[in-house]
């Protein structure tokens, strides 16, 4: 969904180093809520090595490609997508530089910049295009259908008619808004 109108999603990976450190956790999330992303789905897992492999395939020549796949399936990974409009653009603004070094430098209020530890343990992840983003929900969210998301949940989201639910950080949608319409329209 190009659309404006519509809300984008990505996918976001808090690394294991962010999962260990509770303060910094909660403090990711609450930026994540207080720029008004809103999340569709939340897994907490240990990120297997097979998955991390296929997950950053595009880098398997790069020479940091063993310890980063090393360093993905070192512990568990909150893994979440992610909605809003320009979500991917949006969410990788906050996120910052690759480099943290880079982050540190240039960009010291952004998540790398505040939260990397260093090139490989950078925090968080974000897709980098739309491809990328339904390529990476469908490794991780098997189950999760995204055009019956943007059929059936998507205006939801959009309009804000939702449950927050800080315990399990995830948004879920508030059918009793549907309902209130059709009693509405029945009346
Ligand atoms: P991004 O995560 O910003 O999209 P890339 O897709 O280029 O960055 O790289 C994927 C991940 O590989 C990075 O998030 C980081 O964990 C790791 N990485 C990238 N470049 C380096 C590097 N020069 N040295 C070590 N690790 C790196
Ligand atoms: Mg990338």
């Known amino acids: 969904m190009q659309s404006k109108k519509y809300l984008q999603l990505t996918l976001a990976i808090l ?3 962010v999962v260990k450190s509770p303060f910094v956790l909660q403090k990711i999330r609450d930026l994540i809520i207080d ?9 907490r897992a240990t990120i297997s090595r097979e998955e ?4 950053y395939k595009e880098h398997r020549d790069k020479f940091f490609y063993n310890r980063l796949v090393t360093f993905m399936s070192s512990g568990p990974s909150d893994i979440h997508i992610l909605t809003a409009h320009d979500a991917i653009a949006k969410w990788r603004q906050l996120m910052g530089p690759t480099k943290v070094y880079q982050a540190q430098y240039n960009a010291p209020d952004t998540i790398r910049g505040m939260f990397g530890l260093s090139d490989t343990r950078n925090a968080t ?6 491809e990328s ?3 990476e929900i469908e490794i991780f969210f098997k189950d999760f259908d995204t055009k ?19 315990i399990s950080f995830v948004h ?9 319409q059709d009693e509405h329209i029945r009346k």
């Open 125 to 130: 992840h974000g897709s980098d295009s739309t």
């Open 52 to 55: 991390a492999e296929l997950f």
């Open 133 to 135: 983003a339904e390529r």
């Open 15 to 17: 690394k294991p180093h």
């Open 35 to 43: 720029n008004n992303f809103k999340v569709v789905r939340s897994r």
């Open 148 to 166: 019956k998301w943007y059929e059936k949940e998507e205006i939801f989201y959009n309009l804000g008619r939702l449950h927050f639910d800080p």
């Open 172 to 180: 879920t949608i508030d059918r009793s808004y549907l309902e209130k």
